[in-house]
């Protein structure tokens, strides 16, 4: 015997004493009831109070039974939570299947009932025999039956990452912990705490507030116990896996924390995006491969790793990987973000060749009209943004005699052309002290018929001048990051709103691990800013929208990768200096005063 076992049938028992104390207390005034009615009976207690006593007892003692049948009945029939993941039949997967069994009997253990992949970088065991989950069509087959071997959830990235020698070594402690699971005593306490948990989850529907007080007391009174049976449930099918493939699974774990950080990147920085805007990765996991070669390619701690692409993949085991592959995509898409559990016209797939024009581009431009609406939203009577900058609140292209012209050349703009730029943009011309326009406004307009206005329409130019501030106050910036940040608050409730009515609740809703950060008002207009200008680059440079496979969204300038924007962008939204960014720019041959194309 292994030598956790004991340990852990020590704690279950443990667990189950306090659900035998449990049932104690509820009994305690029925019998106390029927001591008094069996002594008020034989004429022990006679006299008029007893006969007060003995009907107050028995009303409390018919309550509390009748509130402890309740509480025993939702915790033996509420459904525990289960993790939602990809049924993998065995004529999908016989040769996993296959692999499974064959560790099971190496280590003498019953093997799992079934084989589930869930998106994520861990494996377990996950009992799903509750009569409940039959009820609800949660689960079907032999993996409900009672009594049933647990169910086997491995995580998706292992079987695209790792070889089949490694998947062998990393799942072996996880099968093992099939032969602690079929303890009686063992599977009894589990099935004990996870009906307490399912009632906490009851407590909170309409009539039924009352159940999570005593589920989430007898929780706190058994917690520990019920930590330290699981402890000596892993070290018992640790112990017994030794024998298998244990120096393989030392170099294979290296293999799990690897596929960890790339797994986290591609989702956060890669699939996030698209999933915002109403597309989804069909192929998460092939995408894993690329982000962690590309991890092992700039990492020197990662060398080697990559040599192992030459061995089998543990993908090989599945009869129809790519299938596979888009239906974890669809629920990492679902679990991650809370998108529909189907696919339709509002929430379709996209393939990895088309990420760049169909995510990354349209990304762009839809933050960059955002952008200029917020810009609108604020703009004054005259049509700019008010403000401390300037009269109107926005550097316009004379605004210092170091700033960039229109065309981003680098030279101060003529001075012949900012009142014609402001009479092209609705606002009034300067006067002279009669209130007409004087002939040096009039020369000026005339000797500039083609000038363009950097204001108008959505140009980058108008960008650059709005957050430009020599005074170094920001109140502008500040006024449009609140602005953006109420515009995307309301967008995301708008979108919460129209899928709300079929969302579940409790341990059903989604997503149940989102991983939108909260972003501060700087982090938004520094994105939407970055945005504008790739949309300018790409519109007036020839440059191009790409995919990172560890990044996400990147500028390409004539095949490259552009990184060094970002700083540059930040020194205008922080400082209000467009210099730096006004360089780069001039760089590129970017058209600052040309309208970018919005979504």
Known sequence: MEAGVPSARSRALAVLRVRSRALAVAL?????????????????????????????????GALVLLLGGIFAAVVLRAGPAVTPTVPLSEAAAPDLYRLVRDLADRMDVPPPSAIALTPDCDSWLE???????????????????????PVLVIGSPFLWWMRVAELRAVLAPVVAGTGPSAHPDIADARGFVRGLDAAVDVGGRRGLGWIAAPARLLLRLCRTDAAEMERGVAAAASDRAQGVDYGLRIVAQEQVGLAYAGWDRLLTRVALPAWRMGRWPAHLDAGVVSALTELSRRDRLAEGFTSRLGERPACDLLEQPGVIDEATSLLAARLFHGGPAEAGPEWSPVEWAAYPEEVVDRKWRAEAARLHAALDALAGPEGRPTGPGGPHGC??????????????????????????????????????????????TIEAADAAPHAVDGFAGPTLERVLGCLTNASGEGALGE?????????????????DTAAGA???????????????????????????VTAMV??????????????????????????????????????????????????????????????VRLV
């Open 479 to 495: 006024a449009l990051a609140g602005r953006l940040s109420a515009d995307l608050a309301r967008e995301e409730r708008a979108a």
């Open 502 to 528: 079929g969302k579940a609740r409790g341990a059903d809703a989604v997503p149940l691990f989102p991983l939108q950060p909260p972003r501060s008002g700087r982090d938004l207009l520094a994105d939407h």
């Open 127 to 149: 009992d799903r025999t509750h009569a409940a989950h039959r009820r609800g069509g949660i689960a079907g087959g032999p993996q409900s039956a009672p009594g049933a071997a």
């Open 395 to 440: 550097a316009g292209p004379t605004a210092s005699a170091g700033s960039a012209s229109p065309a981003g050349a680098g030279s101060a703009a003529p001075a012949s052309v900012a009142p014609a730029a402001a009479g092209a943009a609705g606002s009034p011309a300067p006067s002279g002290p009669s209130g007409a326009a004087g002939p040096a």
């Open 534 to 595: 790739c949309c300018a680059a790409v519109d007036s440079a020839g440059a191009a929208p790409g995919m990172d496979w560890l990044d996400g969204p990147v500028l390409l300038v004539g095949g490259d990768r552009r990184s060094d924007l970002a700083p540059r962008v930040l020194c205008l939204v922080e400082d209000g200096d467009p210099e730096p960014l006004r360089e780069w720019l001039s760089a590129l041959g970017v058209r600052t005063e040309k309208p």
């Open 28 to 60: 305690l005034p029925a019998a106390a009831a029927v001591v008094l009615v069996a002594a008020r009976a034989t004429g022990r207690l006679a006299g008029e109070p007893w006969a007060a006593v003995t009907l107050v007892v028995c009303a409390v």
